[in-house]
């Protein structure tokens, strides 16, 4: 069991301050960083930046299920982004949903982590997501499609920082308690691919830049 295809494209917007469009397999995320910037006076926090996050469909307007990711993505990037160095300003982050077909959240968390990254926001680390799908007869997969994640009884998306801690977790479905953790270790494992292919798509750009 293996991560499907990675492909990343960083500084496709030009008025953007960061951009990159992540894909998996078929999965593609488009995202752009603004900031940070200016905040309007009633969105402003004293003592640390305003983070937004926004997610847009393929097509049509953001539904319930649009809020919930956009949840999970803005405390997820609150985790990694060190608002406290930029009091009273504002950062905001949109997704474009390019295609969905499958482990759409870890696309996205990982689309968001390259991003801030080109737009140069300071982090304290990394955040490498991966999505795994369980079926009723405990069969697990890595980045699942679309298809797979449908069959599924389970789907899990753990996003773990590059020293493999875990940053972030969500779950739909049912499975027992060892086969979380069995899928934890499992999802631990391809994180580690992430972390490389973050590293090899940074020393691409820079190779270019010099």
Same mark, same amino acid.
Request: charged share 20%.
């Given at each position: ?19 990159? =469009? ?5 999965? +593609?995320?488009? !995202? *752009?960083?603004? /900031?940070?910037?200016?905040?309007? @006076?009633?969105? %402003? ?78 982090? =304290? ?5 991966? +999505?795994?799908? !369980? *079926?009723?007869? /405990?069969?697990?997969?890595?980045? @699942?499609?679309? %298809? ?63």
């Amino acid at each position: 069991m293996s991560l499907r295809s990675l492909s990343c494209e960083l500084s496709l917007l030009a008025r953007s301050d960061g951009s990159a =469009r992540f894909k998996h397999g078929e999965t +593609s995320v488009l !995202v *752009s960083v603004y /900031g940070p910037g200016q905040v309007k @006076p009633s969105r %402003e926090i004293l003592n640390k930046a305003t983070l937004e996050v926004h997610l847009k469909p393929k097509t049509g307007l953001p539904g319930y299920g649009e809020k919930a990711l956009e949840k999970i993505l803005r405390d997820t990037c609150e985790a990694i982004i060190l608002t406290s160095l930029h009091p009273r300003s504002s950062i905001l982050i949109i997704l474009q949903v390019e295609h969905d077909d499958g482990s759409l959240l870890s696309c996205c968390l990982n689309a968001c982590c390259v991003a801030l990254m080109d737009a140069g926001v300071p982090m =304290r680390g990394l955040v490498c997501a991966v +999505s795994c799908a !369980v *079926s009723a007869s /405990g069969e697990q997969v890595i980045d @699942p499609t679309l %298809e797979q994640e449908q069959a599924a009884s389970a789907v899990l998306t753990f996003g773990f920082s590059t020293n493999s801690d875990i940053i972030t977790s969500h779950m739909t479905g049912q499975i027992s308690q060892d086969k979380f953790y069995s899928t934890l270790s499992l999802a631990s494992s391809a994180g580690k691919a992430i972390s490389d292919f973050y590293r090899s798509s940074a020393e691409k750009k820079l190779s270019k830049v010099t």
